[in-house]
């Protein structure tokens, strides 16, 4: 057997090593001992930041096995100069308090502890003491940002622009991905600012998605993440330098008119543009619109209506190149008027608001409420000023009063002011007369703080109907309870919402429904100070199952791992087992682990096979689900299979420096040895597009360690840490240092160029 076979047969048992060690579930070094080391404990978020002097907590899960927890403390990210403490269990936390003068960032890991030893770090976690306010600073962090729509819809090679504010803020965090979770997202930084825009532009082959986000930031902390905005960039027609035009601006035409009164919709000139299309619908999805080509830059409707009816305007421009991407959507009321037959006779009446109290402290919550006579509907607008110039303002249906809660967490203190007025098929009523309240900054008066929000886990994709699930969030330091709320639609009109007592972290549900349901999830933390802000919106599919005639959707399959790599070219069989009461299977494929431009088959059988010829390492990824009459289940949990192209087989035996790792052209990483509990290893990793990471693809025991004598040979510490002290990369030398992130990839961290050479 020569050496290239020798490592091929102990590739498959290495890679289980690595995946085991990264995992952190058992140590290699004691895995043939009756002793076992405690695996890894995950470390929950402690929060984003506190002011000097406050005190804090951080926890951990239990770990099988465990006697006790190692936590270490240190203001830089390698933890140098970290300070440890024991925590005994069953205990699983531990408290931090640090009075500082100058804003500083404290991270924490966590290692398990028994008689066999120690098991493998945590992940790493942090948190931010602000130095607070010392002459007129801040007394809070900022408020969550405002972040703008940047439109729907650009072509490729367009620019376009996001902009946002907060309140309080002095910098801001700005994140660009083509994922909703924010996966290998690209972040920049802005500060010195309390509000910014920032343009951008892409170039793509292939319709794509930009998502985008918005932290804010000032000396005291760190606020949460805004909402997110997505704007769709159009792959275009390309080729000849002919352009599309720019997208149009669509003002508001105006809030309502009567049956039979005429009005004019108009938008700006777009560059390049030689005329429009304007759309007209009664819903917006602008599902049987009806729309008109001008080569101006308005167009006039008018409607005769027996019913209130609401209608939806969107315009895009036209050049001989192709269309622009729709503007911003707008709407115009058309109001039926008296109808004189047992319909309404007049508009509602003036509503009445109610007071909403004199003022509350930053972040508490406060309700406003309001009725009007002969009311099916009610516009609601808020001001931080008497006039309501820039007044953010909601639309409620189809109720005779109402009511709103609101939150505010503001740096200075501030007045809000409201208004409401109402509507039926008649048309509206006047303003109502205005109601006001105080939110006051800081603390109020003995120290006490509105929880933080929580961040709330992903329940999962779907369930079929009468199946349970759960949805969990992180701990908040200073909550006493945690109100959840859920809601069939994503504004959570009509939630249902529950109070789960701290120190529980989780709610069960379980829905029997006859049609496939969406449910929405939120969550706010409580104390006695009053409530935090909400989290982020998580969903659950319940899928509708047994239907009246007794049918009963097929319950999800479980795929089978196919292997972890074959050579381009050669073959393999994506399984998974059989279910009953399934006819056939959906599989589907993809490049991406979105599954983002996937292809699906489907088949009768339960496996599908696949072969790929490719000139550079790929991820092909897998899921599956089961399908009957009545429906489909919910996606099997994914699978991959690594494709190598057959001409960069790795090599065992040294190069011509043996002492050297190379960096391909193509970004393929290969460290020909690597030193780990006393023995040699060689590795593979293929770089992940768009981030600085590195994903270990294959790896294999050296066996020829003679080669390497004379050489410095790179290191991987106990805490997943490499260090490659001379790496090649179009014939200079660098060194290296990367860090170990999530499964089996590693961040570069810090590197150079080595001078010596």
Not at 170 to 197: H, K, R, W, Y
Not at 351 to 364: A, E, I, L
Request: glycine fraction near 10%.
């Amino acid at each position: 057997m020569n050496v290239k076979q020798q490592a091929k047969s102990v590739s498959f048992t290495v890679l289980s090593f690595f995946l085991v060690v990264l995992l952190s579930l058992i140590s290699y070094a004691t895995a043939q001992a009756v002793c076992t080391m405690p695996g890894a404990p995950m470390v929950y978020d402690p929060g984003m930041s506190v002011t000097s002097g406050a005190s804090y907590t951080v926890n951990w899960n239990p770990v099988t096995g465990a006697d006790s927890y190692e936590i270490c403390e240190a203001t830089n990210i390698s933890f140098a100069g970290e300070t440890c403490a024991t925590v005994t269990a069953p205990a699983l936390s531990n408290s931090y308090s640090h009075t500082v003068t100058a804003t500083t960032t404290y991270y924490y890991r966590v290692r398990s502890v028994n008689t066999c030893g120690s098991g493998g770090w945590s992940s790493t976690r942090d948190m931010t003491v602000s130095a607070g306010s010392s002459g007129g600073g801040c007394t809070t962090a900022p408020g969550i940002p405002t972040v703008s729509d940047p439109g729907t819809s650009v072509n490729s090679g367009q620019s376009y622009t996001l902009a946002w504010s907060a309140t309080g803020a002095t910098g801001f965090q700005i994140c660009e991905a083509t994922n909703p979770d924010f996966t290998g997202a690209l972040c920049s930084t802005m500060t010195g600012v309390s509000a910014g825009s920032a343009n951008y532009s892409h170039t793509v082959t292939a319709t794509t998605t930009y998502y985008y986000r918005v932290t804010a930031s000032n000396s005291c902390g760190i606020s949460a993440w805004s909402g997110t905005q997505d704007i769709v960039v159009s792959a275009g027609t390309g080729g000849g330098g002919c352009t599309t035009p720019g997208v149009p601006m669509l003002p508001d035409p105006g809030m309502s008119v009567t049956s039979g009164t005429g009005y004019t919709v108009s938008w700006n000139a777009a560059p390049g543009a030689d005329s429009y299309e304007i759309c007209e619908a009664t819903c917006t999805s602008f599902t049987g619109e009806t729309c008109t080509t001008v080569t101006g830059t308005s167009n006039s409707y008018n409607h005769t209506e027996t019913s209130t009816t609401t209608y939806y305007y969107r315009v895009r421009s036209i050049n001989t190149c192709g269309t622009s991407g729709w503007s911003s959507t707008r709407d115009m009321m058309v109001s039926a008027g008296s109808s004189g037959g047992g319909g309404c006779t007049a508009a509602p009446g003036i509503p009445t608001v109610g007071d909403p109290g004199t003022s509350v402290n930053s972040g508490q919550s406060y309700t406003l409420s309001w009725s009007a006579t002969g009311a099916t509907a009610y516009e609601i607008c808020e001001a931080t000023n008497p006039d309501f110039t820039g007044a953010l303002c909601s639309t409620m249906t189809g109720v005779s009063a109402g009511s709103a809660n609101y939150s505010h967490t503001v740096t200075a203190t501030t007045t809000y002011y409201y208004r409401v007025k109402a509507s039926n098929s008649c048309g509206f009523s006047p303003w109502s007369g205005t109601q006001d309240i105080v939110v006051s900054a800081g603390s109020g008066g003995g120290g006490c703080t509105a929880p933080g929000a929580p961040m709330v886990y992903d329940p999962g994709m779907s369930v079929t109907s009468g199946e349970s699930y759960t949805v969990n969030w992180n701990p908040v330091t200073g909550a006493d309870s945690y109100e959840i709320c859920e809601a069939t639609n994503t504004s959570f009109a009509g939630e249902t919402c529950e109070t789960v007592t701290a120190p529980a972290l989780s709610n069960s549900y379980s829905h029997t429904v006859t049609t496939t349901t969406t449910y929405y999830y939120r969550v706010r933390s409580v104390n006695t100070c009053g409530s935090g802000g909400w989290s982020s919106t998580r969903d659950m599919t319940v899928s509708a199952g047994s239907s009246s005639g007794g049918c009963t959707t097929a319950l999800r399959p479980m795929i089978y791992d196919p292997g972890m790599s074959v050579n381009s070219g050669s073959s393999y069989t994506v399984s998974w087992n059989g279910v009953t009461d399934a006819t056939r299977y959906e599989i589907c494929e993809s490049t991406d682990r979105s599954f983002a431009g996937g292809i699906c088959v489907t088949v009768a059988r339960t496996s599908n096979s696949y072969s790929h010829t490719v000139p550079v390492t790929t991820s092909y990824y897998y899921r599956v689900r089961s399908m009957n009459t009545c429906g489909v289940s919910g996606w099997s949990m994914t699978r991959d299979m690594v494709v190598s192209p057959a001409e960069n087989t790795v090599q065992s035996e040294p190069a011509d420096d043996p002492c050297a790792a190379t960096l391909s052209d193509d970004l393929s990483l290969h460290v020909p040895h690597i030193i780990f509990w006393g023995l040699f290893y060689w590795a593979d990793f293929r770089y992940v597009p768009n981030t600085l990471s590195f994903e270990l693809r294959d790896a294999g025991i050296v066996t020829d360690e003679g080669s390497y004598g004379g050489c410095d040979p790179t290191s991987l510490s106990s805490d997943y840490r490499i260090h490659i002290p001379k790496l090649k990369y179009r014939g200079v030398s660098y060194w290296a240092d990367f860090e170990h992130s999530h499964d089996l990839l590693f961040d570069l961290k810090d590197a150079g160029e080595r001078l010596e050479d």
